[in-house]
């Protein structure tokens, strides 16, 4: 077995272990590694940079959205906690406490922040006075703790990085607007931009927020057929209003309680881009969000290595040039063979071969990681080529992803069949659901699903609960998740 092969059989296959292989593949790729601190991870350079990417689009688009950034503090007084009860019974079993400061006792303890409504809900209620102090729309990016029983990297970690915004309005209208627009954001970033297809709805009154009024969430399938809650968008009424004394004077010289959104995303999505696309050779990034874009390879004997090289070094100026991020691979103490195995396991988009006789040509190779096309093209169109072919990557990759979530897709009547439907395949179901808690329990118990949200757009009409067979409030999206 030549040593290409042995490389690329250290990655247990999806259909062996799925969470074996995402372990294996986010280690070998180099994204991140474990620390001491149990349930948290070190982002090396590769898993940050994408974070980063994600980062810089999602920020351009709340600014031009009118959003801006800010921050507040870490450590949250217990006693905000106690003034939302909804709030803090939904995140008390996550929330570690700090007790001692400076080698004394604290007064009064401190958690360290599992999200900020508390604490910007405190803020606001000093900076909102009149309506014309409204709206507030602000964001932050910070790192959040949750005491996690069960971890996994990127997808579930006792410390993780999200943004979280915040904003305060004159009425129930402009902040359900706000609401749905960031929904509508999200899902156009997480489609768009990481070629993630998701399934936008609302979330039943068990799922929502702790503390919301309402619940939305765009849901995406990985590859093991589980669900992940890929973003949210909260609308809070004046639940925290009252709670923290977000007061305002309105038109009318009123006093009146401001209505306020929250909405998210986090390191999970990093999670998800890799259960979603990757495969038995590893990373599949897409390439709006992928650290190296192109990697450029150059291939020949050492009479020709100086001439080849000064030629890729002409051909990387003119891509950097465009803004496309790419990197030469000159070592010569590595087969080509085996930098081709590497770049595919780390999932770069696009693969440049170029060597002696291509130079003579004026042409050099192209090799998408989804397809495996290899097109021959002129030196003298690469940037477009390049450009063109990782708008395809993108396409295909989103096709794919969105070709496999209705291949595992279904929807059943009766619980019966949902218990069938769960231990035999893997996927989404859809189901009638009559709005009782005590049926989407059950649901829970007898099959291990969740209620992922109630979708907006759907051609299939449930009219009968699976579970109590009475008439059906809503058709709901059921899966296992993580």
């Not at 599992?114 to 009149?130: A, F, L």
């Not at 959040?144 to 979280?164: A, D, I, N, Y």
């Not at 309402?214 to 209003?241: C, L, P, W």
């Not at 969000?289 to 020709?304: D, F, Y």
Request: charged share 30%; hydrophobic share 35%; proline share 5%.
């Amino acid at each position: 077995m030549s040593k290409d092969k042995q490389f690329v059989t250290e990655i247990t296959p999806q259909e062996e272990d799925f969470s074996r292989w995402y372990i294996d593949v986010i280690k070998k790729a180099d994204l991140m590694d474990y620390s001491p601190v149990r349930g948290c991870i070190v982002f090396k350079p590769d898993g940050y940079e994408i974070w980063e990417h994600i980062k810089d689009e999602l920020d351009r688009r709340f600014k031009e959205t009118g959003h801006r950034n800010a921050y507040f503090p870490i450590f949250i007084p217990e006693s905000f906690f106690q003034k939302e009860k909804e709030h803090v019974e939904g995140f008390n079993p996550e929330l570690p406490w700090v007790t001692e400061a400076g080698g004394e006792k604290l007064e009064e303890r401190l958690a360290i922040r599992p999200t900020s409504e508390t604490m910007i809900g405190h803020m606001y209620s000093k900076w909102i006075q009149s309506y014309r102090d409204l709206p507030v729309l602000i964001n932050q990016w910070a790192n959040v703790v949750r005491w996690e029983k069960r971890t996994m990297p990127f997808l579930r970690t006792s410390e993780f990085l999200w943004q979280e915004g915040h904003t305060a309005h004159e009425n129930e209208a402009e902040a359900r607007e706000e609401t749905m627009q960031m929904l509508d954001i999200y899902a156009d970033f997480v489609e768009n931009y990481l070629a993630i297809p998701v399934i936008k709805g609302q979330k039943t009154p068990s799922e929502k927020f702790a503390g919301a009024m309402d619940t939305y969430s765009i849901e995406a399938m990985m590859k093991d057929g589980r669900a992940v809650q890929a973003g949210t968008s909260h609308y809070m009424g004046t639940n925290f209003s009252k709670a923290f004394e977000i007061q305002y004077l309105n038109r009318d010289n009123t006093l009146e309680f401001a209505h306020t959104t929250s909405w998210g995303v986090s390191t999970r999505l990093i999670g998800s881009l890799i259960m979603v696309h990757g495969d038995d050779r590893g990373l599949a990034l897409p390439p709006k969000v992928a650290p190296t874009q192109v990697i450029m390879v150059p291939i020949g004997p050492p009479k020709t290595w100086d001439a080849v090289l000064e030629r890729t070094d002409e051909l990387f100026s003119q891509l950097k040039a465009a803004g496309v991020r790419v990197r030469v691979d000159d070592n010569k103490d590595a087969r080509p063979g085996w930098k081709f195995n590497e770049y595919e396991m780390r999932g770069v988009p696009v693969r440049l071969e170029i060597g002696p006789r291509d130079m003579e040509n004026g042409v050099c190779v192209l090799v998408s990681r989804i397809s495996g096309e290899k097109k021959v093209i002129q030196q003298s169109e690469l940037v477009q080529e390049v450009q063109a072919m990782l708008e395809q990557v993108h396409l295909e990759m989103f096709n794919r992803a969105k070709q496999f979530r209705e291949d595992h897709f279904y929807d059943v009547d009766t619980l019966d069949a949902m218990k069938e439907s769960m231990d035999d395949k893997r996927g989404f179901t859809l189901a009638g659901w009559c709005g009782s808690d005590a049926c989407e329990e059950t649901v829970k118990q007898e099959t291990g699903a969740t209620s992922r949200n109630i979708p907006f757009d759907t051609t299939t009409e449930k009219t009968v609960c699976l579970v109590c067979g009475e008439q059906a409030k809503h058709t709901v999206l059921f899966a296992k998740a993580y």
